[in-house]
């Protein structure tokens, strides 16, 4: 069974750094593109970041360019979203998601049918 499996959220000051992981089980990560969205509350899910299967493409949402990082480790079957330089604007539930080749651009939920449980990132003082 397809399963993918978010870690890393919780409470940070404005200001502050995380890294989210999304780990994959029953399935080999590098034949999909993945993504990483979020929702807050009384939000439409958006995209934030997608990579290619082969991580030589990326894209990243106007509010989180030059901030986070997305990047996968295919032999440890993990893609990460490093996030820099947190805002309170950034608080939401954080999925990731998989999708088949050729998914990642653009980086929308409707292309990406696998989804991961999600993880609370708060940024508040």
């Known amino acids: 069974q397809l399963q993918l499996v978010e870690s890393g959220g919780g409470l940070v000051k404005p200001g502050g750094s995380l890294r989210l992981s999304c780990a994959a089980s029953?399935?080999?990560?590098?034949?999909?593109?993945i993504g990483w969205f979020r929702q807050a509350p009384g939000k439409e899910r958006e995209g934030i970041s997608c990579?290619?299967?082969?991580?030589?493409?990326?894209n990243y949402a106007d509010s989180v360019k030059g901030r986070f990082t997305i990047s996968r480790d295919n032999a440890k079957n993990t893609v990460y979203l490093q996030m820099n330089s947190l805002k309170p604007e950034d608080t939401a539930v954080y999925y990731c998601?998989?999708?088949?080749?050729?998914?990642?651009?653009?980086?929308?939920?409707?292309?990406?049918?696998?989804w991961g449980q999600g993880t609370q990132v708060t940024v508040s003082s």
């Open positions: 990579i290619s299967r082969s991580g030589g493409g990326t």
């Open positions: 998601a998989a999708s088949q080749p050729g998914s990642w651009d653009p980086c929308v939920p409707d292309e990406f049918p696998f």
């Open positions: 029953g399935f080999t990560l590098d034949f999909y593109d």
